[in-house]
């Protein structure tokens, strides 16, 4: 049996509890469902009918729930750092294992297998919600993962404009989130573009992103001629092709065209920078 709650105008409205639920993302605490109109009769209804299930002392959810969320009911902790980053589809260097956020003084958390973050956030965080707001995630990521990973998935939160430089900037960072919101611009097209060029950043040449090259974007252009293409999964297929007839051009032109892949860029960065540092030696760098 639904409740009838009366709204403006006196007519009578019907609140269902799975509605109510599916409302909030498909999971929700009780006391909230209740200051919504829902009655502890239509919720036990719903559970026997399993059109809910009752996810822990507070919580209930539909059956088809995001197992993770569900989870981080059970332990009392949000998600957040690389696994909210990756679900908000931030570029990350690995997702593996669960990060989630706990308040300094929550009790049962430690049950979490995964990294567990026990941190006062800067931002405040809903009581209603499972997942961190991406401001906290950012700043926990800035302690937790290396310099130039870190610094991807910042670059990577500004490029999809999904955070506000400016608010950060007003904000009380830590020294490492301070640095990374200094360090970081939106023009990186992908994280292995920045990671590219953080690992460059000592050589003292000219390193410019994103060029536009007789129709076509590079990623980068070292000095005036020197042109380094960094390749993802999808460079296969009509696009290789493209690729292949792209760099055909280029070279014609004058340019020398280095293609890194991802696996190279991530484990065999030394033999990359040998052959950047060796086609430099060679002046392909500069205009003849």
């Given at each position: 049996?639904?409740?009838?709650?009366?709204?403006?105008?006196g007519?009578?409205?019907r609140?269902h509890a799975?509605?109510?639920v599916?409302?909030?993302?498909?999971i929700?605490?009780?006391?909230?469902?209740?200051l919504?109109?829902v009655?502890?009769?239509s919720?036990r209804?719903?559970i026997?009918s399993?059109?809910l299930?009752?996810?822990c002392?507070?919580w209930?959810?539909?059956?088809?729930c995001?197992?993770?969320?569900?989870?981080?009911?059970?332990?009392?902790?949000?998600l957040?750092?690389?696994?909210?980053?990756s679900?908000?589809?931030?570029?990350?260097s690995?997702?593996?294992?669960?990060h989630?956020?706990?308040?300094p003084?929550?009790g049962?958390?430690?049950a979490?297998?995964?990294?567990?973050?026990?941190s006062?956030?800067?931002?405040?965080r809903d009581?209603?919600v499972?997942?961190?707001?991406?401001?906290?995630?950012?700043?926990?990521?800035a302690?937790?993962?290396?310099?130039?990973?870190a610094?991807?998935?910042w670059?990577?939160?500004?490029?999809?404009?999904?955070?506000?430089?400016?608010?950060?900037?007003?904000?009380?960072?830590?020294?490492a989130?301070?640095?990374?919101?200094?360090?970081?611009?939106?023009?990186?097209d992908?994280?292995?573009?920045?990671?590219?060029?953080?690992?460059?950043a000592?050589?003292?040449?000219?390193i410019t992103?994103?060029?536009?090259?007789?129709?076509h974007?590079?990623d980068?252009?070292?000095?005036?001629?020197?042109?380094?293409?960094i390749?993802g999964?999808?460079?296969?297929?009509v696009?290789?092709s493209?690729?292949?007839?792209?760099?055909?051009?280029?070279?014609?032109?004058?340019?020398?065209?280095?293609?890194?892949?991802?696996d190279?860029?991530?484990?065999?960065?030394?033999?990359v920078?040998?052959?950047?540092?060796a086609?430099?030696?060679?002046?392909?760098?500069?205009a003849?």
């Amino acid at each position: 049996m639904a409740t009838l709650v009366t709204v403006r105008g006196g007519h009578p409205r019907r609140m269902h509890a799975v509605r109510e639920v599916v409302a909030r993302g498909g999971i929700a605490r009780i006391s909230t469902l209740r200051l919504a109109g829902v009655t502890e009769h239509s919720l036990r209804k719903a559970i026997r009918s399993a059109s809910l299930i009752s996810v822990c002392r507070g919580w209930v959810a539909r059956p088809d729930c995001d197992p993770m969320l569900i989870a981080a009911a059970r332990r009392g902790v949000v998600l957040s750092c690389i696994t909210l980053a990756s679900r908000r589809g931030l570029w990350v260097s690995s997702a593996h294992g669960v990060h989630v956020a706990a308040p300094p003084a929550s009790g049962h958390a430690g049950a979490v297998q995964g990294v567990v973050h026990w941190s006062k956030p800067l931002f405040l965080r809903d009581p209603e919600v499972l997942e961190d707001s991406i401001e906290n995630a950012l700043v926990l990521i800035a302690r937790c993962q290396p310099y130039e990973d870190a610094l991807a998935t910042w670059e990577s939160a500004l490029r999809m404009r999904m955070v506000d430089p400016g608010t950060l900037a007003r904000v009380r960072l830590p020294p490492a989130a301070r640095r990374l919101l200094a360090d970081a611009t939106p023009f990186a097209d992908a994280g292995t573009e920045t990671i590219f060029r953080t690992r460059l950043a000592w050589l003292r040449l000219t390193i410019t992103p994103q060029v536009w090259l007789f129709g076509h974007r590079v990623d980068f252009v070292i000095g005036e001629r020197l042109v380094i293409q960094i390749d993802g999964g999808h460079h296969v297929g009509v696009q290789r092709s493209r690729d292949i007839a792209h760099d055909t051009e280029l070279m014609l032109r004058g340019y020398h065209v280095i293609r890194i892949g991802y696996d190279q860029l991530m484990n065999q960065w030394a033999s990359v920078q040998a052959q950047i540092l060796a086609a430099v030696a060679q002046r392909l760098h500069l205009a003849s």
